[in-house]
Nanobody
Framework: QLQLVESGGGAVQPGGSLKLSCAAS????????MAWFRQVPGKEREGVSW????????LYADSVKGRFTISRDNAKDTLYLQMNSLKPEDTAMYYC????????????????WGQGTQVTVSS
């Protein structure tokens, strides 16, 4: 069973940057699209960004477009999320997920999830 482990979260001031990583326990490049979601307490988990198996196609939520960049290194079985110009409203637990297809913002289309890494943006 595929296991995903996120890292790279932390506390940062508004305007700062963080880079999240998601390490997979086995090869994901030929099988899975990958995505980042985030969740704050009391709210539903929301899709942040998605990347195709090859890495050639990416999608972003409007709230992060132009500030976040998703990428993957299939040779290292690792997914990344570069987050720049962070805002307090980006504060959340960030999760990576692996799936086969369907609407990228729908949680039900992802078979595997990581445990999450906390991002806190505050002055």
């Amino acid at each position: 069973q595929l296991q995903l482990v996120e890292s790279g979260g932390g506390a940062v001031q508004p305007g700062g940057s963080l880079k999240l990583s998601c390490a997979a326990s086995e090869s994901t490049g030929s099988d899975y699209h990958m995505a980042w979601f985030r969740q704050v307490p009391g709210k539903e988990r929301e899709g942040v960004s998605w990347i195709s198996r090859s890495g050639q196609t990416t999608l972003y939520a409007d709230s992060v477009k132009g500030r976040f960049t998703i990428s993957r290194d299939n040779a290292k079985d690792t997914l990344y999320l570069q987050m720049n110009s962070l805002k307090p409203e980006d504060t959340a637990m960030y999760y990576c997920a692996a799936g086969y297809g369907g609407s990228w913002k729908s949680e039900s289309n992802y078979k595997y999830w990581g445990q999450g890494t906390q991002v806190t943006v505050s002055s």
